[in-house]
């Protein structure tokens, strides 16, 4: 192995990515168009328009593109296909997480699914996610703009949230520890609640999500069990690079348990807490690897790795500037959505 090679870790974002910027990525950027065709194919079967069509489309709609029953399918492509993209002969991929849907592109980058098994996975999650639609997402920032952690305001948040979730008719649950951002999930009355009881940030939060249903809480159970019914193990394989989930676990290559990958994909990944903080840290401790990847699409989840790796005393990282200054060395984090940092590893 040449010793000019750098390790990396990779990272697949979740929902939320594929905006108006990102129309016409798939069409840039995917590499291999016998896969293209599979994946159309497969929508195509199930009555839904194509990828190709949906990102081949003259203009963004966001009531279209960013319904999970198309979303889901764009990410995943894009994802992959960034994965695919990047250049073994500079770039050793040690590892590879996500940050919730990305955890399925992560079975598929991993190798613990083909990439059309892979995609049979998210597209169905992310189908009947839209279908039943329970509950919403909002996001919240508790750290300031330096970047300084501040787990007391953190703990006063979840606090607050525990306190709504314990009323009468409300629901309100942590769904991803999001670096320095908290993403809280819950009916209704319980995100009303939050949004008039959180101190206005920026002019910009507390965000809802349009078209996020309550990922990661036991609202999603109805969701989970028809996946499991759809799904089948047949669909996992062995890893061929080490997977960090959305607790921190790690699944080793040609040591995983299959059964046991299915049901925490299709169980706990679905209905409990992601927590990407957590994951980041695993990534940077364990296999501590010389730089992370973002693929693409989107630019957005960028500062949530930043923010994971100060949070986690990276390397000595305690802010905002020691992370820029990092960066600026030598690039610890490369999003591939940016032209510039793409040309960096692909």
Known sequence: MSSTRKTAVVICPGRGTYNKTELGYLGAHFPDA??????DAQRSAAGQETLSALDGADRFSLAKHSRGDNASGLI??????????INGDAIDVVAVTGNSMGWYSALACAGAATPENGFRIANTMGTLMQEALIGGQLVYPFLDDDWTPDLARKNALLAM???????????????????????LAGNEAGLKAFDAAAEPVGGRFPMRLGNHAAFHTYLQEPVAAKGRAQLGTELFQQPGLPMIDGR???????????????????????TETYDFTRAIEVAAREFAPDMFIVTGPGTTLGGGVAQSLILADWRGMNGKDAFKARQADDPLLVSMGMADQRRLVA
């Open 34 to 39: 016998g896969l293209m065709s599979e994946f």
């Open 76 to 85: 995943f492509a894009a994802t992959l296909g960034d994965f695919l993209s």
């Open 161 to 183: 949230a525990a306190d709504i979730d314990g009323r009468a008719d409300h629901i309100l649950r942590p769904s991803i520890h999001l670096g320095g951002m908290l993403v």
């Open 248 to 270: 921190g676990a790690i699944w080793w290559p040609y040591a995983s348990d299959l059964a046991a990958l299915r049901n925490y994909t299709l169980g706990h990944q679905v």
